[in-house]
DNA sequence: CCAGCAAACTTGTAGCTACAACCATTCCGG
DNA sequence: CCGGAATGGTTGTAGCTACAAGTTTGCTGG
């Protein structure tokens, strides 16, 4: 364990086993409580929500994927279930032939609102709300900077500005 | 979306989105790194490492379970595995007879040795030497925040607290 | 001393993700 | 205008986790 590798002093493994307690216990805590209450995922939700702020409620698969964190293959799995209960669907692109939309219907957006409430409230319960308000946006820089280190390249700063500005319908990319 | 339950504002938006990214990215990012060179998962690794640092590289299978943010049926099927590659023994433990003991192999605290520096200088690339000294102590205050919030009863403040004080050989559960 | 409950696991199975392979379009250079 | 390479996706499958159920051992009150 000693080896000739620069190893963590006690401050930096304290933060590092604080974050990894968080990484395994975060997400499951939230799943749970989506499931029980929506029967979705966390991941389902984001991608419903992220149609729902879409110009038409409807993205390309790759502009989904980007917005959500996730692998086309993953993606398109998961659309495949929500498309299977009605919440999402799919059809091919206009201007693309090789490209797939995914729009949310109907069913898909009463079932984000029924959704949401709930999910807010336990993100508040378990992360806004038990930080400080300084805290909130320290998470936010040291988010900022583990992305970075993660991603150089940036790809996902699309992700990470929009929210930064207010919503702009042209933002559509290449 | 706004519904009468209290959104969130625009900077605790910017947080959650962040940590969300940071909890669908890292891991999966240390996984691979990790399965590449060791054939290990970042959990397996844990494991094994957290078996090497008690004593007899010794510990119960709650016990280890506590220590890796488990659930007992997870740990149970990890450790199956593990030990059909050689790399942790169970055996029955000899003070409860319901209970088992999980202990670290020769073959395992080899496994963990070579599979050590790579690791660490992942940690150190994506998240330590990502931040200044200040936001990693902002950063395991944080955890412990989300932490509490999460588990109020503080059932794994075991985990939490051992890294904060020098070892000690006595601290045994009940 | 024994009935019932709790503790400490193990096992079975369904569901999700990662990886690899595959297919259809589009783009681009010669 | 045509032969790769790149883009945008889907599908198949292995492996891991969660949940539920079952088993054995230990504890506690009457």
Redesign the pocket.
């Known amino acids: 364990m000693t080896a000739n590798t620069p190893w963590l002093d006690r401050r930096q493994l304290r933060a590092w086993i604080r974050l990894r307690a968080v990484l395994?216990l975060l997400?499951?805590t939230l799943?749970?409580q989506l499931?029980n209450d929506a029967h979705l995922?966390e991941?389902?939700y984001t991608a419903l929500a992220m149609l729902s702020e879409a110009p038409g409620r409807t993205l390309?698969?790759?502009?989904l994927?980007q917005r959500t964190n996730?692998?086309?293959?993953?993606?398109?799995?998961?659309?495949?279930?929500l498309e299977k209960r009605g919440l999402v669907e799919?059809f091919p692109?206009p201007?693309?032939?090789?490209?797939?939309?995914?729009r949310l219907t109907e069913e898909g957006w009463a079932k984000l609102l029924q959704a949401a409430p709930g999910h807010v409230a336990a993100v508040r319960r378990y992360v806004i709300d038990a930080l400080t308000d300084e805290q909130v946006d320290q998470l936010a820089a040291i988010g900022d900077a583990v992305l970075a280190a993660l991603d150089p390249s940036g790809q996902g700063a699309v992700l990470y500005t929009h929210y930064d500005e207010e919503p702009d319908p042209e933002q559509d990319s290449?």
Chains 1, 2 share one sequence.
């Open positions: 395994e997400p499951g799943d749970t499931r995922t991941f389902e390309r698969m790759t502009g994927a996730a692998t086309l293959p993953r993606l398109s799995h998961v659309v495949s279930r799919r692109c201007e693309n032939r090789r490209a797939t939309n995914a290449a």
